[in-house]
């Protein structure tokens, strides 16, 4: 599968570094193609390199990457071309009010396939998500069938676990997920290594 990073630094680079060494083919989407630390990256995983608009084009499934206050102008922007794509809402606006961007999708991107996860660890946990041989769960909501599929591929090509917990309508209780890894990381002072797992029996 195709895979569209947009943004390049922290989150864009941990996952892109995981979903190249699985085989899959990146194209960053930058605003600016030239950085070199982009190019070098690039060439460090065999990925390419474009716009945002280049790597939308180009992507099966497209991770938004890029900071919360970010992504409304983006969104904007790249609508119709986000239509029928798997869409990944990776970013936080921190601003107040939603930390997720589905109303944004909806106004903007009707047609696109929206999951939200890779929002609620920090970057630690995804580049080395294994605690004591255990792998962490990730949390995700969106729609199922094909692009389902995809989504707990790259999350399982992560190394992690996915966990779904239902369609796009429990895009809260995902981003409460991400509420709980703040309290308990500084809130609790338990630091940023830290993951959830769910047990079952
Ligand atoms: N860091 C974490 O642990 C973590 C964990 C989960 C989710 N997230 C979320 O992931 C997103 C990215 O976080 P990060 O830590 O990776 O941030 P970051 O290191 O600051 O990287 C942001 C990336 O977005 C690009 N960018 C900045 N402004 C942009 C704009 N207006 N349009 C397009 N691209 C733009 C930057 O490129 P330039 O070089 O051009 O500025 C950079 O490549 C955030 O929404 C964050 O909430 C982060």
């Given amino acids: 599968m195709k895979i569209a990073v947009l943004g390049a630094k922290i989150i864009g680079s941990t996952l892109a570094r995981k979903w190249a060494r699985a085989g899959y083919e990146v194209m960053f989407g930058v605003r600016t193609v030239d950085n070199p630390v982009v190019q070098a990256l690039a060439q460090e995983l065999g990925a390419a390199v474009g716009t945002p608009a280049e790597a939308i084009a180009f992507g099966e499934a497209i991770v938004f990457a890029i900071p919360g206050n970010a992504m409304e102008e983006t969104i904007a922007a790249h609508g119709p ?11 936080n606006r921190m601003g107040g009010g939603a930390m997720n961007s589905a109303a ?12 939200r996860t890779f929002n609620s660890l920090g970057w630690e946990n995804f580049e080395d998500p294994v605690f004591d041989g255990v792998p962490a769960d990730l949390f995700y909501c969106g729609p199922t069938g094909a692009g389902q599929a995809a989504v707990e591929g790259l999350i399982g090509d992560a190394g992690l676990r996915p966990v779904r917990l239902g369609d796009l309508a429990q895009v809260g209780l995902v981003d409460t997920i991400g509420s709980l890894w703040f309290t308990l990381a500084f809130g609790q002072g338990m630091g940023r290594q830290l993951a959830f797992k769910v047990l079952t029996r």
């Fill in 81 to 91: 071309a986000l239509a029928g794509k798997i869409v990944i809402d990776a970013a």
């Fill in 104 to 115: 944004l999708f909806a106004a903007h991107a009707p047609a696109a396939q929206v999951y």
